[in-house]
Structures are given as structure tokens and as C-alpha cells.
């Protein structure tokens, strides 16, 4: 089992910035792709950001290019979304999630390929 847990959500202006964070415990040796996704109500649950862990590639949907960045602490067990210039459009749930499957070294942005979930915390941009 591994188990995830967010935190750093929260409410800002337009063009705010956020750092979410990701704290990975339990058996989590297999694990090779961190992945953020966000659901908006009404709307599905969408791939935002991934960090393949054996070799640090990462992938983003386009909608957050240049605004969004995923790292990872491995001394803290710990990954990263810093959100910046953040837009309305971005507000949603976000979580964290782990897998165990990557495509020609690159993590996918499906949730499907994704075992393991957290609670998720709550981003609100407001214009």
C-alpha cells in the first residue's frame, strides 16, 4: 500500500501562486510515475502534471505549460506542484496519485494508469 496526502491548497487572486505538496509513505519502492490531476465540478478529472522517477522527465497538459512545475524531494518523500499566475479556470480539486507504469520513460497523464490516490486539497483562483 502506499498512501498519499496533500496539502497547500488554497484561495488567491488571479495571477497568484501556490506550491502544493505530496507526501508519499508506505510501500512505495515500485512507484516510477507522480502524477497531479484536478477535477473542476461538473467537469472530468484531468491530468495535469507527471515526474517519472527513474529519470526525472516530466510531462504537463497544455493548458498549464510554463505556469506549472512538478518536482520531487526524495529525502522528503515528498512531490511538488508550484502553480503560478494562476487563472480561474484553474480552480478544481487536486490530487496527488501514484503508478506503476510509464511509457518509453515518460509518465502518461491518464488517471487509469494510476493505482493509488490522496483526499485531494482545494485551489480557488479568483478574478
Known amino acids: 500500500q502506499v498512501q498519499l496526502v496533500e496539502s497547500g491548497g488554497g484561495s488567491v487572486q488571479d495571477g497568484g501562486s501556490l506550491r502544493l505538496s505530496c507526501a508519499v509513505s508506505?510501500?512505495?519502492?515500485?512507484?516510477?510515475?507522480m502524477g497531479w490531476f484536478r477535477q473542476a465540478p461538473g467537469k472530468e478529472r484531468e491530468g495535469v502534471a507527471a515526474f517519472y522517477s527513474n529519470g526525472g522527465t516530466t510531462d504537463y497538459a497544455d493548458s498549464v505549460k510554463g505556469r506549472f512545475t512538478i518536482s520531487r524531494d526524495n529525502a522528503k518523500n515528498t512531490v511538488y506542484l508550484q502553480m503560478n499566475s494562476l487563472r480561474p479556470e484553474d480552480t478544481a480539486m487536486y490530487y496527488c496519485?501514484?503508478?506503476?507504469?510509464?511509457?518509453?520513460?515518460?509518465?502518461?497523464?491518464?488517471?487509469?494508469?494510476?493505482?493509488?490516490w490522496g483526499q485531494g486539497t482545494q485551489v480557488t483562483a479568483s478574478s
Open positions: 496519485a501514484a503508478g506503476f507504469v510509464s511509457y518509453n520513460l515518460r509518465c502518461p497523464l491518464r488517471d487509469e494508469d494510476y493505482e493509488y
Open positions: 508506505g510501500y512505495a519502492y515500485n512507484v516510477v510515475c
